[in-house]
């Protein structure tokens, strides 16, 4: 039988995964809060809605793809939050990058609702949310995303299944830390390189063939290069991503220092102007320090 999904946010991330439940002939519910982006997805068969509890009403599984906590909390809780609409027995896959913390406090939530919860944030960004390239990192119950990885299965092109809930959330953390710190570094590098007269094209080559070299690096140092910041992955988000990765790695004794500094580049790049840029916009307040 075909889950009937709900989807919860439709930005960068959230459309494309809509799209690919619909290719796949999932009965598909959105609701995002400005409705007018939702509207291409009616044309392709999805039940548009005003609230996050209409969206999960007749839902078997409610994905969420939000920015923050606060945002996921706002989506879930509250007299029209989809806990409030979705079935007992139903599950609900919370993709954002959040907090442990609020992890764990939605699964009591949801708990309460007789629901069962993983979380299931993602690696990849635009191109892969919408050729159904994700990877699924999940926390929760084994038996619990047997039940739903149909539809996972449908967005993705791999889901691990790494532990108990909270597992998916703090893996990812860890995940954007790592990249966050990377393209915070290869802006400082580049507009070194930039000013110091090296060729950049010849400098870059070595870079990216090199040790240093990684698919993000080659990724951003070509966005960085032609200055195109249209949005891959929010700058604005990976200077959340980066406090909330220092604030869960303090919990466990943990001082995340890269995680910092790095933090302080994409703030910077925020009040620049750069806040709704792809992150690789990060390098231009550092361009244009003087000597």
């Not at 990216?208 to 195109?228: D, E, F, Q, W, Y």
Request: aromatic share 4%.
């Amino acid at each position: 039988m075909t889950l009937r999904v709900a989807v919860l946010g439709l930005g960068t991330m959230g459309m494309g995964m809509a799209k690919n439940l619909l290719k796949a002939g999932f009965s598909v519910s959105v609701y995002n809060r400005t409705r007018a982006k939702a509207e291409q997805l009616g044309a392709a068969g999805a039940h548009i809605t005003d609230t996050p509890a209409d969206a999960a009403r007749d839902a078997e599984v409610a994905i969420s793809m939000l920015s923050d906590d606060d945002a996921s909390r706002r989506t879930w809780t509250g007299e029209h939050g989809a806990l409030n609409g979705v079935k007992p027995g139903a599950v609900i896959v919370e993709s954002s990058t959040v907090t442990p913390a609020w992890i764990a406090e939605l699964a009591g939530l949801s708990s309460e609702h007789g629901l069962s919860l993983l979380d299931a944030p993602v690696t990849g960004s635009r191109a892969q949310a919408e050729g159904g390239q994700l990877t699924f990192l999940v926390g929760g119950d084994a038996s619990i995303l047997e039940r739903v990885r149909p539809a996972l299965a449908a967005m993705s092109k791999e889901i691990v299944h790494l532990g108990p809930v909270g597992s998916g959330a703090r893996m990812k953390l860890i995940n954007n830390f790592l990249c966050g710190v990377q393209v915070a570094s290869l802006a400082e590098g580049l507009a070194w390189i930039e000013r110091s007269g090296l060729d950049r094209e010849q400098a870059l080559y070595i870079l990216c063939k090199g040790a240093p070299g990684s698919p993000l690096i080659n990724a951003i140092s070509a966005r960085m290069v032609a200055a195109t910041y249209d949005v891959n992955f929010l700058l604005s988000l990976m200077s959340k991503d980066l406090r909330y990765a220092v604030a869960d790695a303090a919990t466990l004794g943990v001082d995340l220092r890269a995680a910092k500094t790095a933090e302080t580049r994409f703030v910077e790049a925020a009040s620049a102007g750069y806040a709704d840029k792809d992150m690789s916009a990060v390098i231009e307040p550092i361009r244009v320090q003087p000597r």
